[in-house]
């Protein structure tokens, strides 16, 4: 297994060295419409982020206000830890007819792909973890870009953003589907929750937009 010592950058795989370098400058004066984004979405084998292991990452990004569909990622991973009571949920069979790749090969692909786009994803505090995680058994550090969180996103067209103790109600990105009417014919898979995340970005923001308090500086501390 690939281990860095994390006290000494130059111990650090070529990959990560180019990501840290990424971040020296910040976005504060960039507009909405100049920001690459990137929607990800993983599937687990169970929610423990110390136990459980990514099964697959699903990628997609946005740019110009649109999605760009020739611009994604999806993954699958080896699965040295298998839990059959998920495969239900997400699918995927230890032994299934998928390209499968190390943890290690997984990060690097994650990694070089996101650069440093503002990511999204729904409950993103998990999906968050669980790439912090694999990242740390590697003796890296954590994931440097801004996060956006569409439920907390989505909870702000319904409760004004400006009202304080407004509702701490979890919106799931099914009933985002509802409301914003998106298919979700491709729910429970990666690459689908992650483009439904995109275009659930996409329609949020539009409500957002409209109300013209809403600043970039509001949209990224709505975490």
């Known amino acids: 297994m690939q281990f860095w010592s994390r006290k000494n950058i130059k111990d650090?795989?070529?990959f990560w060295k180019h990501y840290l370098k990424l971040f020296d400058a910040g976005k504060n004066n960039v507009s909405l419409d100049d920001i690459?984004?990137?929607?990800?979405?993983?599937?687990?084998?169970?929610?423990?982020?110390?136990?459980?292991?990514?099964?697959?990452?699903?990628?997609?990004?946005?740019?110009?206000?649109?999605?760009?569909?020739?611009?994604?990622?999806?993954?699958?991973?080896?699965?040295?830890?298998?839990?059959?009571?998920?495969?239900?949920?997400?699918?995927?069979?230890?032994?299934?007819?998928?390209?499968?790749?190390?943890?290690?090969?997984?990060?690097?692909l994650f990694i070089d792909y996101i650069g440093d786009a503002i990511l999204i994803a729904h409950h993103a505090e998990f999906d968050r973890k669980m790439i912090d995680r694999a990242?740390?058994?590697?003796?890296?550090?954590?994931?440097?870009?801004?996060?956006?969180?569409?439920?907390?996103?989505?909870?702000?067209?319904?409760?004004?953003?400006?009202?304080?103790?407004?509702?701490?109600r979890h919106y799931s990105l099914d009933e985002l589907c509802n409301d914003l009417k998106i298919s979700k014919s491709?729910?429970?898979?990666?690459?689908?929750?992650?483009?439904?995340?995109?275009?659930a970005f996409l329609k949020i923001l539009s409500r957002l937009k409209k109300d013209k308090r809403v600043t970039i500086k509001d949209v990224f501390r709505l975490k």
């Open 12 to 14: 650090y795989p070529e």
């Open 36 to 108: 690459r984004f990137v929607a990800f979405d993983t599937e687990t084998t169970g929610f423990d982020y110390d136990t459980d292991r990514v099964l697959s990452i699903g990628a997609v990004a946005i740019s110009n206000n649109a999605i760009d569909v020739s611009d994604q990622l999806e993954i699958y991973l080896d699965q040295n830890v298998f839990n059959e009571a998920t495969v239900a949920i997400h699918g995927i069979r230890k032994h299934g007819n998928y390209d499968k790749i190390s943890e290690f090969d997984a990060l690097q």
């Open 135 to 168: 990242l740390q058994r590697r003796g890296l550090g954590t994931l440097k870009n801004k996060i956006l969180d569409t439920g907390v996103l989505f909870k702000n067209t319904k409760h004004s953003v400006y009202l304080s103790g407004y509702s701490n």
């Open 186 to 199: 491709d729910r429970h898979t990666a690459s689908g929750d992650a483009y439904i995340t995109a275009l």
